[in-house]
């Protein structure tokens, strides 16, 4: 499972819209409204690298209202969750 974290700037006035369209694209697990240098971050997990571009690039950055994006690839997961197991069960977590 490739993991990508995905932080997106928004137009302001419309984040909780565009934060329901991004959270109901295909290979996105979560979005989260946050404070700080972005307006939402978003986790993207799929099995294969190629699926990032189909996932963020040609999906999630054509979301009307998003104006820019900042994808980080993540190498590990430390977490007390076994995300992995999960989702070879093809449970949503």
Do not use: C
Request: aromatic residues 4%.
């Amino acid at each position: 499972m490739i993991t990508a974290i995905v932080l997106i700037s928004v137009d302001v006035d419309s984040i909780p819209e565009v934060a329901q369209q991004i959270a109901d694209l295909d290979g996105v697990t979560e979005v989260y409204s946050v404070a700080g240098d972005a307006d939402l971050i978003a986790l993207v997990r799929v099995r294969q690298h190629d699926e990032l571009a189909d996932v963020i690039a040609d999906r999630l950055n054509k979301v009307p209202g998003v104006t820019g994006t900042a994808t980080h690839i993540a190498f590990r997961t430390y977490s007390k969750h076994d995300l992995e197991a999960a989702f070879s069960l093809g449970i949503e977590s």
